[in-house]
């Protein structure tokens, strides 16, 4: 059983489009992120959730907006994508401060 | 302004012996610091931990040390096998000082490769 989940795996768009990044915890954690590895390699943290409540918002552009129904679940809407988004986007969960627990990732290109 | 460092962006080594991953930081307010392996493709993984109270961790053959008054930690994998050969990131954040809960500050990390 996949313990963290995102869907799509790939994602290839043209520069103005919106897309969304699906993500999925079955580990009963209370905290949700979003990371950007972009071309350089950096883990860069864009968004947390702590029981559906955003709680880390990084410095990124207002195009960019998370969503967390529920406490298994917090979803990626980008707007307007640009070719500067290309990049691998990961989702975790953790519990409290505990260690954090990555998705496969998913790779998106923006043409 | 990276607070984690990794200044060698790969390693080689011969299977069986040992392999060293350094991890330098800066900011001395951290004090809960994690070593994530990742394989292509695939999501980082955790490895170990180790807290600010202690200089030493071990994990079968995984051990990481931590030198705080040099802000420097490593991970020692003996004996190295291929199945090891991985991008390994070294994470740091500051739990017990205010830090906004699961904030990790992520190492550019270092792509070791464990040949036979």
């Known amino acids: 059983d996949t313990a963290v989940s995102q869907t799509p795996k790939y994602l290839v768009t043209q520069m103005g489009n919106d897309k969304s990044i699906k993500c999925e915890q079955n580990?009963?954690?209370?905290?949700m992120y979003w990371y950007k590895q972009d071309s350089k390699k950096f883990l860069k943290i864009m968004f947390s959730?702590?029981?559906?409540?955003?709680?880390i918002n990084e410095t990124v552009p207002n195009r960019f907006s998370p969503k967390s129904p529920d406490k298994a679940h917090l979803n990626l809407h980008i707007n307007s994508l640009e070719l500067g988004d290309s990049a691998v986007y990961f989702c975790?969960?953790?519990?409290?401060?505990?260690?954090?627990?990555f998705g496969p990732g998913t790779r998106l290109t923006v043409l | 302004d990276q607070q984690v460092k990794q200044n060698s962006p790969s390693l080689s080594v011969q299977e069986g012996r040992i392999s060293i991953l350094n991890c330098d930081y800066t900011?001395?307010?951290?004090?809960?610091f994690l070593w994530y392996k990742k394989y292509p493709a695939e999501g980082p993984t955790f490895l170990i931990s180790i807290s600010s109270i202690k200089d030493k961790n071990e994990d079968g053959r995984f051990t990481v040390f931590l030198n705080k008054s040099a802000k420097h930690l490593s991970l020692h994998i003996v004996p190295s096998q291929p199945g090891d050969s991985a991008v390994y990131f070294c994470?740091?954040?500051?739990?017990?000082?205010?830090?906004?809960?699961?904030?990790?500050?992520f190492g550019r990390g270092t792509q070791l490769t464990v040949w036979p």
């Open positions: 580990l009963g954690h209370d905290t």
């Open positions: 959730y702590n029981n559906k409540e955003l709680i």
């Open positions: 975790a969960s953790s519990q409290g401060y505990n260690e954090q627990f």
């Open positions: 994470a740091a954040s500051a739990i017990n000082r205010g830090s906004t809960l699961g904030r990790l500050y």
């Open positions: 900011n001395s307010m951290f004090d809960y």
